[in-house]
């Protein structure tokens, strides 16, 4: 079965800095969601990576997908409070003709004013 | 509703007592997960709907564990006789299709403790 790792597990940073969180899959990605939960919240979607080299953005959130690397990486652009949570990364095996969601175990970040 | 909504949001249990969490998902959607965080862990599939076709109860932990759905729409996961172990963030979503790249939407999770 597919495995994803986060790394960081845990991230503390200034207000205003950037920072990067990575997802590494131990299969190839057929593509990749990446989720923010807040204490006591469900889990938000914030994008959505299909094909190798895509790259979105968001406010001031983007993230890419790396095919040959198996990897998809999330940069948050002058970091704010409002980005404290935790990001999980997801891949769904529907590639592979399974269905079922597989995640990493999540990137804590604590953003200090 | 708009979302995916989940009840209850909290619920404390004794242990060996049996509990439903309910799960009702975005209208239209034929999707159904269930899954469950523990303290420090990843988030654990545990099962899937998709339309009438038999569920995937693959990640079901033991045979106290069972859900329905009914209707194809509200979805009743049951824990018999729970243990402190069972005591997790338990989360269900919702999705369109069953295949292809949309987005699975999220409740807001029942907090379950077992004491």
């Known amino acids: 079965s597919q495995e994803l790792e986060q790394s960081p597990q845990s991230l503390i940073v200034q207000e205003g800095k950037n920072l990067t969180i990575n997802c590494t899959s131990s299969?190839?990605?057929?593509?990749l969601y990446w989720y923010k939960q807040k204490y006591g919240e469900g889990l938000i979607f914030l994008m959505m990576?299909?094909?190798?080299?895509e790259e979105k953005s968001h406010e001031k959130i983007t993230a890419k997908l790396d095919e040959k690397k198996q990897q998809s990486s999330l940069h948050i652009t002058a970091s704010q409070p409002s980005h404290a949570g935790i990001y999980l990364c997801s891949s769904d095996d529907s590639g592979a003709g399974s269905y079922q969601l597989t995640f990493g175990k999540g990137t804590k970040l604590s953003v200090i004013p | 509703g708009a979302g995916v909504s989940q009840s209850p949001s909290n619920k404390v249990t004794e242990k060996g007592k049996d509990v439903e969490l309910r799960c009702d998902p975005i209208?239209?959607?034929?999707?159904l997960y269930w899954y469950r965080q523990s303290l420090g862990q990843g988030l654990e599939f545990l099962i899937y709907?998709?339309?009438?076709?038999?569920?995937?109860k693959s990640g079901l932990p033991s045979d106290r564990f069972s859900a329905e759905r009914t209707g194809g729409s509200v979805s009743t996961l049951t824990i018999q006789r729970t243990q402190q172990e069972d005591s997790a963030v338990y989360l269900c979503a919702s999705s369109s299709s069953n295949r292809g790249w949309t987005e699975a939407f999220f409740g807001q999770g029942t907090r379950l403790t077992v004491v």
């Open positions: 709907f998709q339309g009438n076709s038999a569920p995937d």
């Open positions: 299969k190839t990605l057929y593509g």
């Open positions: 209208s239209g959607h034929t999707a």
């Open positions: 990576l299909q094909k190798g080299g």
